[in-house]
């Protein structure tokens, strides 16, 4: 055999080797295969990869799943059918799952993607083979990524998505996604038990959730809060009465909006209880005759009852306007209900020690204004830095004080024109009017009596210029003893030798008036004990009728008493 012979007999040997190893791989891939089996579909969900996500279902519940497909099924709402859950995990995942599973019969399929526009995304596959559904979610991309960097980045990508799903579903915080038609998209465990509170359990059955703040239109922007927000109220219908209150923060996207449903209950029913704790305040202080002017932190009014309308004369739209404290001292000002300052320098000065004063609760002040009235104005400080202004009308009390001081003067000038020495001390031995001739008796300047003086340094001042013999203790138990309504009469001889008679008598009020006359009392004798009762013995001494002893009677007396 030539040798072209032997190399076709080993070209012909090696074709049918390759042949035969061809064939061989070839039985052995389709001896791996997965058998499908038309009479039972859920035959194939055991000999999937644990990677494969496949889900089989008969009608709403499931009958098959991978491990994998398993793990990602949540238990809740446990009311719901199994399918239903599907939706509820996959449909913020892939948009319009629920719609497309409506109406969904034998021989349908349809496939949704994760995200439309990335061709390598998820795919979401169903199919309905003999009322069987087949839900199955593949990675396009799966085969060609490293099976090692495929399997750290699932196994981050699951730890993250795990605390993520832990926050929201833990979150105390009602949350939820909402698309701009108004369909819920996602919603956390939180939220979905306010929706079954307010609209029952049967209302979650299916899928999406009620959407409980449906009355809300939008969330307004607020040009001072960094994020949308929006105080509102929620009716409950199933459980207890009232009404549930939130702040509704919105996070809008360019086809979706974030929720947040923040509980202000108590802060409602504290605003709610300061709110008549206000009204309340209110209604006390419309019945004070007291102007109340009360500033918060930022100068501008808060609170004002009728009476400072009243005193002011400012309308009530201006005031219930809250204007600042500079311009309401600048109403004051205009309609002359303040003193008129020199300049304007003077009059901002005076507005800044005002507040100020008023911060420390040191202001009173005194204004007397052009149309003759009087204001006692004064400043109390406020927690959080407010402050109150009390406006008071003493137009009266000033004038009662003029017209008693006007009679005080009177009274002064008329003893100040008698001559004999006149002293009136009050029920408590205070020194409370003198005239002329008694400064001058005993050496007293007359500017001493605006000064409180009692009797006793009063007695002692008399007696360091008389001579001994009066009893000045008897004078001072007369001044005091205000049930005594006796007069007593006690003759005294000044250092110089001139004789005088101290008489003290009782006049109205309990007050005293002691009064000192030139000469010697000429009464019969008596004792400080028997002169307590004059009318015992008519015939001696003073009588009832004030009459004197004859001159020439023995023995004069040195002291009297006379019936008051």
């Known amino acids: 055999m030539d040798q072209f012979g032997l190399l076709g007999i080993w070209a012909a040997v090696a074709a049918?080797?390759?042949s035969s190893l061809v064939t061989a791989i070839a039985m052995?891939?389709?001896?791996?295969?997965?058998?499908?089996?038309?009479?039972q579909p859920g035959a194939a969900l055991s000999e999937q990869r644990d990677e494969d996500v496949v889900f089989l279902f008969n009608g709403g519940t499931l009958i098959d799943a991978t491990p994998a497909a398993r793990n990602?099924?949540?238990?809740?709402?446990?009311?719901?059918?199994?399918?239903?859950?599907?939706?509820?995990?996959?449909?913020?995942?892939?948009?319009?799952?629920?719609?497309?599973?409506?109406?969904?019969?034998?021989?349908?399929?349809?496939?949704?993607?994760?995200?439309?526009d990335d061709p390598d995304s998820l795919r979401l596959i169903a199919e309905n083979r003999a009322g069987h559904i087949r839900i199955a979610v593949t990675d396009p991309l799966r085969d060609s990524?490293?099976?090692?960097?495929?399997?750290?980045?699932?196994?981050?990508?699951?730890?993250?998505?795990?605390?993520?799903?832990?926050?929201?579903e833990r979150s105390p915080i009602p949350t939820w996604?909402?698309?701009?038609?108004?369909t819920i998209i996602w919603a956390n465990g939180t939220y979905m038990s306010l929706a079954?509170?307010?609209?029952?359990?049967?209302?979650?059955?299916?899928?999406?959730?009620?959407?409980?703040?449906?009355?809300?239109?939008?969330?307004?922007?607020?040009a001072e809060a960094s994020v949308p927000q929006q105080r509102v109220s929620v009716a409950v219908e199933h459980g207890r009465r009232g009404a549930l209150w939130f702040d509704l923060i919105a996070l809008p996207g360019e086809i979706e909006t974030l929720y947040f449903a923040l509980p202000i209950d108590k802060l409602v029913r504290a605003e709610n209880a300061l709110t008549e704790f206000m009204q309340t305040l209110t209604k006390t202080f419309a019945h004070l005759r007291?102007?109340?002017?009360?500033?918060?932190?930022?100068?501008?009014?808060?609170?004002f009852n009728p009476a400072l309308v009243d005193l002011t004369g400012l309308p009530a739209e201006h005031l219930s306007a809250r204007p600042t404290l500079h311009a309401f001292l600048d109403a004051l000002r205009d309609a002359q209900k303040i003193p008129e300052p020199k300049d304007y320098k003077s009059w901002r000065m005076q507005i800044a020690q005002l507040e100020a004063g008023a911060a420390d609760g040191t202001f009173e002040e005194t204004w007397y204004l052009s149309n003759g009235q009087t204001f006692r104005v004064s400043g109390r400080p406020h927690p959080d830095g407010a402050v109150a202004y009390l406006f008071e009308d003493i137009s009266s009390e000033v004038s009662m004080t003029r017209t008693y001081r006007s009679e005080i003067e009177l009274s002064q000038s008329v003893v100040d024109t008698l001559e004999m020495p006149i002293a009136a001390f009050s029920p408590t031995g205070t020194l409370t009017l003198a005239n002329r001739a008694y400064a001058a008796l005993w050496d007293l300047p007359h500017s001493a009596f605006a000064t409180e003086t009692g009797i006793t340094a009063a007695t002692g001042h008399w007696e360091a210029r008389s001579k001994p013999g009066p009893d000045w203790a008897a004078i001072?138990?007369?001044?005091?003893?205000?049930?005594?309504?006796?007069?007593?009469?006690?003759?005294?001889?000044?250092?110089?030798?001139?004789?005088l008679v101290c008489d003290v008598r009782r006049i109205a009020g309990g007050a005293t008036m002691v009064t000192f006359s030139r000469g010697a009392a000429q009464v019969a004798p008596r004792t400080i004990d028997e002169a307590t009762d004059v009318s015992a013995e008519p015939g001696v001494g003073a009588t009832q009728s004030g009459k004197a002893c004859p001159e020439d009677a023995p023995n004069p007396p040195r002291r009297r008493a006379i019936a008051s």
């Open 16 to 18: 049918g080797a390759i």
């Open 28 to 39: 052995l891939v389709l001896m791996r295969r997965p058998a499908v089996r038309h009479g």
């Open 196 to 222: 079954s509170s307010i609209a029952g359990a049967e209302s979650l059955i299916g899928w999406p959730p009620p959407d409980v703040f449906s009355h809300v239109a939008s969330v307004p922007a607020d």
């Open 476 to 499: 001072r138990a007369r001044v005091l003893r205000a049930s005594d309504r006796m007069g007593w009469s006690e003759p005294l001889e000044l250092l110089d030798g001139t004789p």
């Open 145 to 168: 990524r490293s099976e090692m960097v495929a399997h750290y980045s699932l196994a981050a990508l699951r730890a993250e998505l795990f605390t993520l799903r832990s926050i929201a």
């Open 290 to 303: 007291i102007g109340l002017a009360i500033f918060d932190q930022k100068r501008r009014l808060a609170l």
């Open 177 to 182: 996604k909402r698309r701009n038609d108004g």
């Open 72 to 116: 990602q099924l949540p238990r809740d709402p446990a009311h719901a059918d199994d399918l239903a859950r599907l939706v509820i995990a996959f449909c913020q995942r892939f948009e319009g799952l629920a719609e497309r599973l409506e109406g969904f019969a034998t021989g349908d399929r349809f496939e949704i993607a994760e995200m439309p």
